[in-house]
Structure formats: structure tokens, C-alpha cells
């Protein structure tokens, strides 16, 4: 079985002018990301941030659901906050996969738009059920991560397609999508 988590990318990335910025963190994103990366058995959630204070931000929101009154108020917040982690880089993120499993991590990226090294659901499911690599999902915020870091990962996820021309999903609720995807049950083989 394979190493699988994820990250929410929050730099390098564009806005809607095309600019590279820093995204802020969401509390949202914290959350909701951490629930779907517990349900679909993810080993980490790695939330990316390089800004000091935005991670800082992020840790004492965590402290609250982990150790503070969210622990006994919502019991559940505090598991699905287990496997969360505040790095500055993606460096980071792959060095400290690469020494907890003995393999560097194989870097899956998402976006609307397909390129060369485009793979499907299917191929990356494939790969955690049968191997025993580690793999790293990585979302982005704003409008995308840049194309030069785009360009530096193993692999680009298929985008997700709705059922017309508008595919502006929220990073929360592409993330619970594609989990379900690569990880859910096989609801229809039954």
C-alpha cells in the first residue's frame, strides 16, 4: 500500500490579474481539508504557508479544536486534526516524506487545465492501492500555482468536469471530489 497525503499550496501562486502572490490561509480550508484527509485515510495534510504569522495563525486555530475548549466540545474536529502539519515550503513537505517512508515522494498537482503529464483517477488509484511509493496530492489556492512550479511536479490530476462549461471549484470541494475519487469506496462495481 502507498504513502499518500496532501497539501494546500499558498505560494507561488497567481491571482486573478496573473500576478504571483501569497495566499492567506482559510480558516475553512484548515478544517474542511483535515475532515476530508481523516475520512479517506490520508496519512498527513500538509498546509503550506512560507509567512511566519499566517502559520502561527493556522497553529493556534489547531491548538483550539486539538488541546483547547474545541477538544471537548466537538471531539471529532480533534481527531480529524491528527495528521495536520504547518510547513514553511514544499521542500520541507518532500524531505520529511522522504525520511518517514523511505521513498521520495512522487509530486501530483491539480488544475483545470490538462498538459502532457495529465494522468487520470483511475492510473493514481491504481498506484496507492498497488505500490509502495509515496505520493504527495497538491492543491493550490488563489488561481493556481505558477506554471513554472506546475512544470516541476511528476504529475497533473484530470481536471474535474461538471456537467456544463462553468469549473471553478472551491480547493474544499475539489479535494473531497478527487479523495473520494483516488480513495473512496468502489460504489460502482456494486
Known amino acids: 500500500m502507498a504513502h499518500f497525503s496532501i497539501g494546500l499550496v499558498h505560494y507561488p501562486i497567481y491571482n486573478k490579474h ?75 513537505v518532500r524531505e520529511e516524506i522522504h525520511r518517514e517512508t523511505g521513498h521520495p515522494p512522487q509530486i501530483i498537482t491539480t488544475d483545470a487545465r490538462t498538459y502532457p503529464n495529465t494522468v487520470t483517477y483511475r492510473q493514481v488509484r491504481e498506484w496507492l492501492q498497488t505500490t509502495d511509493n509515496s505520493y504527495l496530492l497538491l492543491f493550490g489556492t488563489g488561481y493556481g500555482m505558477t506554471k513554472e512550479a506546475m512544470q516541476s511536479f511528476d504529475y497533473i490530476l484530470e481536471p474535474i468536469y461538471g456537467a456544463g462549461a462553468y469549473n471553478h471549484l472551491s480547493v474544499r470541494s475539489a479535494a473531497a471530489i478527487m479523495l473520494d475519487r483516488l480513495c473512496g469506496t468502489e460504489w460502482w462495481q456494486a
Open 18 to 92: 496573473g500576478d504571483i502572490i501569497t495566499t492567506a490561509l482559510t480558516n475553512y480550508d484548515i478544517h474542511d481539508l483535515a475532515r476530508s484527509a481523516t475520512t479517506y485515510g490520508v496519512e498527513n495534510y500538509y498546509i503550506i504557508h512560507p509567512n511566519f504569522a499566517q502559520r502561527k495563525l493556522a497553529e493556534e486555530i489547531m491548538e483550539h479544536w486539538q488541546t483547547g475548549f474545541g477538544s471537548t466540545y466537538n471531539p471529532d474536529r480533534k481527531d480529524a486534526f491528527a495528521h495536520v502539519k504547518l510547513r514553511e515550503n514544499l521542500a520541507q
